[in-house]
Each structure stands twice: as structure tokens, then as C-alpha cells.
């Protein structure tokens, strides 16, 4: 993975943040692109300090011209998308609105094709490459109020097979993952805005899910997305892998 170039979305904090670290530290030219300019910029200098080539792309994935207009800050050739922005939604049918649906829809799932369909010449142009896609185990089970969300991971799963199949000849892998619940800054901010002074006792509630016992860690997705994304997974395309404590695979 020396030099390659990689694009990762939502890169500025939780797994993106893992991701742009791991990648940047394997010898990666990494380009990230996040709304959020303080930590994006904060990110970028960090890893510069350390003598790491990550650059930081201020944008909307939900604009196709945006996205368009952002890959072109990377010079040449792309190796490897990775498509792990996304937002969230607590909620059944009945409490979701259409402000709501429309919202998550605009990032989760069209801001995802927006990626791999200005990514694409660059990727064709390289002679292939990765497009890796952040799941969830919401596509493939019910989780109970997460309708919208549990919609545009059900979505990108379909994409991701969908691409799959189409640039397969063209040397392009595509592939997803799907965690189960990850520790990240997210989830303390779920926990501190809906049980105040119960923080503690919903975590271990919500780790407990999990047949390890705790939920994963930012840098250990980070690890599967690397190595499927490098020559190691070079066999591996048209895949949803599950990276989830044993959640769906040793449901009681």
C-alpha cells in the first residue's frame, strides 16, 4: 500500500479518524473529505507533524458537483474509496418525518453514490482499485427504532453488490463492512443527550448486546478495512463482512 492513494469520507472523527490514521501510517497518501473544518484541519497538521501525507478536503458528500470538484485535489491516479461518512436517526416509521428520511437518505445513500460516481474515471483510470462501503448489521436484521437509518444501510448493501457485479472487468473490487456497535465519540454523545446520570449504565446496556461483552473499537474496523482494501484482499469483492462481537453470528 506504499504511496497508493486513498479517499476516505467522514474522515475527521470516530472510524473515519481510525482510518485515515491507519492508512496515513502504512505510507498511504490519504485525502480526507469532512464537513467539519476544525476537526479536519486539527487531523491534517497532526499527521503532518508526524511526517504523514494526509491532506483534508472541506465538502458535502450530498453534492455530486461538491465531490466531483473535491477529487480533483488528488493528483493522478486513486486506489482505494472508502465510503464511511454517514448519519444517524432514532426512530420507527411513525416518529420519522419526511425531513428526517430525506435527510439521511441526502448523505447515507445518494451522498455514497455521489463518491463512487466521481470516483470511478480515477479508478478506471489506475486500471482498478477498492471501493470499500460502511454497512451496518442494521441491513440485514431489525434493530428497533432505526427505521431510516436501517433503510440507506439495506440501501448501500444493494450498491454495494450492485457495483460489484458492474466494474468487476474493470478491475475494481467492491465491498462492505458491517459493524455491530462501535465505541466512538457518537455514541457518548447518544448516551449524554437521552440518559443523563445514567451514561454508565445504558453503555454497558448497549455493550452487553454483544456476545464479547463490549463493543468494538474504531481501530480494529480500521484494521479489516485496511486489509481488505489492500493487495492482501485482492480475491475478496462483492462481500459484506460482519465485524460485530459475534451480534449476528451467535444470537441467543
Known amino acids: 500500500m506504499q504511496s497508493k492513494n486513498i479517499l476516505i469520507t467522514g474522515g475527521a472523527s470516530g472510524i473515519g479518524l481510525a482510518?485515515?490514521?491507519?492508512?496515513?501510517?502504512?505510507?498511504?497518501?490519504?485525502?480526507?473529505?469532512?464537513?467539519?473544518?476544525?476537526?479536519?484541519?486539527?487531523l491534517q497538521i497532526e499527521e503532518h507533524e508526524k511526517g504523514l501525507s494526509v491532506k483534508f478536503l472541506e465538502g458535502s458528500i450530498a453534492s455530486f458537483d461538491e465531490v466531483q470538484r473535491l477529487i480533483q485535489h488528488i493528483p493522478g491516479k486513486l486506489d482505494v474509496l472508502i465510503n464511511n461518512a454517514g448519519i444517524s436517526h432514532i426512530g420507527k416509521v411513525e416518529n420519522t418525518s419526511e425531513a428526517?428520511?430525506?435527510?439521511?437518505f441526502q448523505v447515507n445513500v445518494k451522498g455514497m453514490f455521489n463518491c463512487i460516481k466521481a470516483a470511478l474515471p480515477k479508478l478506471k483510470e489506475n486500471g482498478g482499485g477498492s471501493?470499500?462501503?460502511?454497512?451496518?448489521?442494521?441491513?440485514?436484521?431489525?434493530?428497533?427504532?432505526?427505521?431510516?437509518?436501517?433503510m440507506t444501510k439495506g440501501a448501500t448493501l444493494s450498491m454495494t453488490l450492485s457495483v460489484a457485479r458492474d466494474y468487476v472487468a474493470d478491475g475494481i473490487r467492491c465491498n462492505c463492512l458491517s459493524p455491530g456497535r462501535v465505541h466512538t465519540p457518537f455514541v457518548d454523545g447518544f448516551l449524554a443527550k437521552n440518559y443523563p446520570g445514567q451514561e454508565k449504565e445504558m453503555f454497558d446496556?448497549?455493550?452487553?448486546?454483544?456476545?464479547?461483552?463490549?463493543?468494538?473499537?474504531?481501530?480494529?474496523?480500521?484494521?479489516?478495512?485496511?486489509?481488505?482494501?489492500?493487495?492482501?484482499?485482492?480475491?475478496?469483492?462483492g462481500s459484506n463482512f460482519n465485524i460485530d462481537g459475534g451480534f449476528m453470528g451467535l444470537k441467543m
Open 19 to 42: 482510518m485515515v490514521r491507519k492508512f496515513a501510517s502504512e505510507g498511504c497518501h490519504v485525502f480526507f473529505i469532512d464537513t467539519n473544518h476544525t476537526e479536519g484541519t486539527k
Open 100 to 104: 428526517d428520511f430525506d435527510r439521511l
Open 131 to 150: 471501493i470499500l462501503n460502511m454497512c451496518s448489521v442494521a441491513a440485514t436484521i431489525g434493530i428497533p427504532d432505526r427505521f431510516a437509518y436501517s
Open 205 to 237: 446496556k448497549l455493550a452487553a448486546t454483544q456476545p464479547i461483552g463490549r463493543m468494538g473499537t474504531p481501530e480494529e474496523i480500521a484494521e479489516l478495512a485496511y486489509f481488505i482494501s489492500s493487495e492482501a484482499g485482492g480475491f475478496i469483492t
